[in-house]
Nanobody, 120 residues
Framework: QVQLVESGGGLVQAGGSLRLSCKLS????????MGWYRQVPGKQRDLVAF???????TYADSVKGRFTISRDNANRMVYLQMNSLKPEDTAVYYC??????????????WGQGTQVTVSS
């Protein structure tokens, strides 16, 4: 069974930093794009950052210059380094991964989410 497990969330003061980690476990054929999304109550889940298997990155305008996404393909991990955090960054952050199963089916899976709270 494929699982995505996030870690690294917590409470931080405005201007501080946090680093989120996400590990994919289980049997797959290939791992493609990985990303981080966030959601606040009553709103849709929005893209924060995305990284392709080749390392190309995309960021939401609101986090450009403050957040950095990276990945470790050998260990099937994706990271989100968050600097200069603002109260409006407060949300549940979700890891997402696109992969192919052993039977070559394309799947997009989500982690369980990790809470990030930025106090003013």
């Amino acid at each position: 069974q494929v699982q995505l497990v996030e870690s690294g969330g917590g409470l931080v003061q405005a201007g501080g930093s946090l680093r989120l980690s996400c590990k994919l476990s289980g049997r797959i054929f290939s791992l493609n794009g990985m990303g981080w999304y966030r959601q606040v109550p009553g709103k849709q889940r929005d893209l924060v950052a995305f990284i392709t298997s080749g390392g190309s990155t995309t960021y939401a305008d609101s986090v450009k210059g403050r957040f950095t996404i990276s990945r470790d393909n050998a260990n099937r991990m994706v990271y989100l380094q968050m600097n200069s955090l603002k109260p409006e960054d407060t949300a549940v952050y979700y890891c997402n991964a696109d992969y192919r199963t052993a039977t070559r089916s394309s799947i997009s899976s989500w982690g369980q989410g990790t809470q990030v709270t930025v106090s003013s």
